[in-house]
């Protein structure tokens, strides 16, 4: 089994990788993470947020019949 390790901008939730390409992340734009600890979610959002001196907001949304949480860069 082929490990990978997280890059400091990934997110995990779950504890499954997700990659989010941070530099397409432009004001008015928003992203889906499926998961279930959703806190979780938004607390590593928030972290890569606040590095780059982004304003998110978020919402637990069900989408596709999955749950979790979209988040889109306000400033």
């Given at each position: 089994?082929?490990?990978?390790?997280?890059?400091a901008?990934?997110?995990?939730?779950?504890?499954?990788?997700?990659?989010?390409?941070?530099?397409?992340?432009?004001?008015?734009?928003?992203?889906?993470v499926?998961?279930?600890?959703?806190?979780?979610?938004?607390?590593?959002?928030?972290?890569?947020a606040?590095?780059?001196?982004?304003?998110?907001?978020?919402r637990?949304?069900?989408?596709d019949?999955?749950?979790?949480?979209r988040?889109?860069?306000?400033?």
């Amino acid at each position: 089994m082929k490990r990978t390790i997280l890059e400091a901008e990934d997110l995990a939730p779950d504890g499954v990788r997700i990659i989010v390409d941070w530099d397409k992340f432009t004001v008015g734009t928003s992203f889906f993470v499926p998961c279930v600890d959703v806190l979780e979610a938004k607390k590593q959002v928030k972290k890569v947020a606040e590095g780059r001196g982004w304003k998110i907001d978020s919402r637990l949304r069900i989408e596709d019949e999955c749950f979790g949480v979209r988040f889109w860069r306000v400033l």
